[in-house]
């Protein structure tokens, strides 16, 4: 009997020691600025109004392969300790022949959401459009969010976060800004 990898209809090695990156698929042209890995640079700044400020580090993978849609993923990390803070990954997609946008993030505190919104230019602007959470989730629960992602003229990529939650209006939660270490 034919093991399941038999039924692979490419090479599975492939995934795992894939050496060339595909071409970017053109509907994703218009994102194509975000790509590479990107670290912060300084750390980012994050408030709200139930919560002592703070500042974060923070890397950020946005790749692609070959498909209509982008994968990321960010890591944030204490400044002082490294310790592991909030983390999310998932994807970016484009209507093809627009310029409306879905990002699409799981996150490690049990949320999950889409986005929606428009790129324009070196801009992606997106606001939740669903948004799930586990059934333990800690309260206030965020009912709504809002990103800013730019890529700035010193070719650093800003990205500003808001958020309202069951208690609290849309107020800005964080801002970062980073520098890129790989295409």
């Not at 994968?71 to 310790?83: G, I, L, Y």
């Not at 459009?129 to 009912?143: D, G, M, Q, T, Y």
Request: net charge neutral; aromatic share 8%; charged share 20%.
């Amino acid at each position: 009997m034919a093991g399941w990898t038999d039924r692979i209809p490419w090479d599975s090695s492939s995934c795992v020691h894939q050496r060339e990156t595909p071409q970017l698929n053109p509907v994703m042209e218009p994102l194509s600025w975000m790509l590479g890995t990107w670290l912060s640079d300084p750390p980012g700044d994050g408030t709200f109004t139930t919560m002592k400020p703070f500042q974060y580090l923070e890397e950020v993978h946005i790749s692609h392969v070959g498909q209509p849609m982008l994968n990321f993923s960010f890591n944030a990390f204490h400044p002082d300790t490294r310790k592991p803070m909030h983390r999310e990954c998932g994807f970016i997609r484009l209507k093809p022949d627009t310029n409306k946008v879905a990002f699409i993030s799981a996150q490690n505190t049990g949320l999950v959401e889409v986005e929606e919104g428009e790129v324009n230019g070196q801009e992606l602007s997106i606001a939740s459009h669903s948004i799930a959470r586990i059934s333990f989730a800690k309260k206030p629960h965020v009912e709504q969010i809002t990103r800013k992602f730019r890529l700035n003229s010193d070719g650093k990529l800003e990205q500003t976060v808001s958020m309202a939650t069951t208690t609290q209006p849309m107020t800005q939660h964080l801002h970062i800004t980073y520098k890129k270490v790989t295409p």
